[in-house]
């Protein structure tokens, strides 16, 4: 499966508070949040759902797989959604280990299902708390 998606009984603003809290007691920091619906809608068009990407990076992971592979890169950060889907705020990834498996490096693949693990973990964590 390319993903990992739960939902939530939190707002989205709510669940993207959570999520930072568990994503900091990781090591991961918050980059970038991009904000679609703010975005398509300061462009004039109509996107009513919340809709939150966050860019999100452990630097020392990031130095591991980068120091095992330079086009590993091309997957960095690693991206986390959350957003409003008919009333239900879900928060969901694209799943490093469905990402890694077309660079070719049993190293590599290893450290991507470590880091799904604890972005996994991070999630469900949020959805709890």
Not at 32 to 50: A, M, P
Not at 58 to 82: D, Q, S
């Given at each position: 499966?390319?993903?990992?998606t739960v939902?939530?009984?939190k707002n989205v603003k709510e669940a993207v508070s959570s999520?930072?809290?568990?994503?900091?007691?990781e090591k991961f920091g918050v980059l970038w949040k991009?904000?679609?619906?703010?975005k398509l809608q300061e462009k004039g068009l109509e996107f009513e759902s919340d809709y939150l990407v966050l860019e999100v990076c452990n630097?020392?992971?990031a130095e591991r797989v980068l120091?095992?592979?330079l086009l590993v890169g091309y997957f960095l950060p690693c991206?986390?959604?959350?957003?409003?889907?008919?009333?239900?705020?879900?928060?969901?990834?694209?799943?490093?280990?469905?990402?890694?498996?077309?660079?070719?490096?049993e190293e590599?693949?290893?450290?991507?299902?470590?880091?799904?693990?604890?972005?996994?973990?991070?999630?469900?964590?949020?959805?709890q708390s």
């Amino acid at each position: 499966m390319f993903d990992y998606t739960v939902a939530t009984t939190k707002n989205v603003k709510e669940a993207v508070s959570s999520l930072e809290l568990k994503l900091k007691e990781e090591k991961f920091g918050v980059l970038w949040k991009f904000d679609i619906k703010e975005k398509l809608q300061e462009k004039g068009l109509e996107f009513e759902s919340d809709y939150l990407v966050l860019e999100v990076c452990n630097p020392h992971e990031a130095e591991r797989v980068l120091k095992e592979n330079l086009l590993v890169g091309y997957f960095l950060p690693c991206k986390i959604v959350v957003y409003s889907d008919n009333g239900k705020t879900k928060i969901g990834m694209p799943r490093p280990t469905a990402l890694i498996n077309l660079i070719n490096n049993e190293e590599i693949k290893r450290l991507a299902k470590d880091i799904e693990e604890r972005l996994i973990q991070c999630i469900n964590k949020s959805i709890q708390s």
